[in-house]
């Protein structure tokens, strides 16, 4: 069965609305057979990655950067993966208020020496997490895991 792998740094209660939009979204129902696995960041092995079929990424900007969590992750399986997962969709969703634009730059560069695939647009959440935020969150968690439907 595909596999969408979310890779999530959650470190607050916004962070925690967001990823459970888009655990939501990704687990809808009318997405048929496409398992849904959850990793923090600071602990997802590259296994994880190799097994997985498509990414979605959640982080807060930190310091003007993904963050330290998210960062981790992609030292650890950068190079055990970058053979490998070519060409796999990825989707990301990001928390902050400034330095957003460095994280999503940041998260570019790294997937697009890994081959990945931006195949939803990014969500990008700041302060409280509105209604209108959370259905974004739903839908990028809905669309990437789509993708993966055979
Ligand atoms: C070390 C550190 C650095 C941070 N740097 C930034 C930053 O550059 N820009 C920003 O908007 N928020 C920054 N933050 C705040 C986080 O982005 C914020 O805690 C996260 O998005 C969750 O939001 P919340 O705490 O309001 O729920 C930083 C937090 C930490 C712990």
């Given at each position: ?19 459970e ?24 092995s ?58 999503e ?46």
């Amino acid at each position: 069965m595909p596999t969408l792998l979310i890779i999530h740094h959650t470190p607050s209660p916004f962070m925690q609305a967001m990823f459970e939009s888009v655990v939501s979204g990704a687990t809808d129902p009318e997405i048929e057979g496409v398992e849904v696995v959850r990793r923090a960041a600071l602990a997802v092995s590259a296994t994880d990655v190799l097994e997985a079929d498509g990414y979605l990424l959640g982080s807060p900007a930190n310091l003007g950067y993904m963050s330290g969590a998210l960062k981790h992750a992609f030292d650890v399986i950068y190079y055990p993966c970058l053979d490998s997962t070519r060409a796999r969709p990825f989707g990301l969703y990001l928390h902050g208020n400034e330095g957003t634009e460095g994280a999503e730059k940041g998260v570019t560069a790294i997937t697009t020496g890994l081959g990945w695939v931006k195949s939803a647009e990014y969500v990008t959440v700041s302060g409280k997490p509105s209604k209108d935020d959370l259905q974004a969150c739903w839908e990028l968690g809905a669309t990437v895991a789509a993708q993966l439907m055979s």
